[in-house]
Nanobody
Framework: QVQLVESGGGLVQAGGSLRLSCAASGRTFSTYGMGWFRQAPGKEREFVSAISWDGGSTSYTDSVKGRFTISRDNAKNTVYLQMNGLKPEDTANYYC???????????????WGQGTQVTVSS
């Protein structure tokens, strides 16, 4: 079992930055691929970024490439999402997820956090 708790969301102006954190419980965190997804009101949950168990492989959706960076610290059981150059269209509830492989498909993930809200004002 893995429990995930996101933090770091908030209200920021366009062009600003936020760093999201996802703290995981459980000794097996380092064996899981981790992903970040987001869901805006009235829209489906969409993939944002993923990272392999050792941090050696990362992936991003096209709309955040060059602006967002995913990383993890297995000693701290935490995965991060550094978000720079935020745009109003990045406004959403952001979720982290844990799965056996770092997939772009939400159905590949076994465990989910409760989410943290990111609001970007224009």
């Amino acid at each position: 079992q893995v429990q995930l708790v996101e933090s770091g969301g908030g209200l920021v102006q366009a062009g600003g930055s936020l760093r999201l954190s996802c703290a995981a419980s459980g000794r097996t965190f380092s064996t899981y691929g981790m992903g970040w997804f987001r869901q805006a009101p009235g829209k489906e949950r969409e993939f944002v970024s993923a990272i392999s168990w050792d941090g050696g492989s990362t992936s991003y959706t096209d709309s955040v490439k060059g602006r967002f960076t995913i990383s993890r610290d297995n000693a701290k059981n935490t995965v991060y999402l550094q978000m720079n150059g935020l745009k109003p269209e990045d406004t959403a509830n952001y979720y982290c997820a844990a799965g056996r492989l770092p997939s772009m498909t939400r159905f590949s993930y076994e465990y989910w956090g409760q989410g943290t809200q990111v609001t970007v004002s224009s």
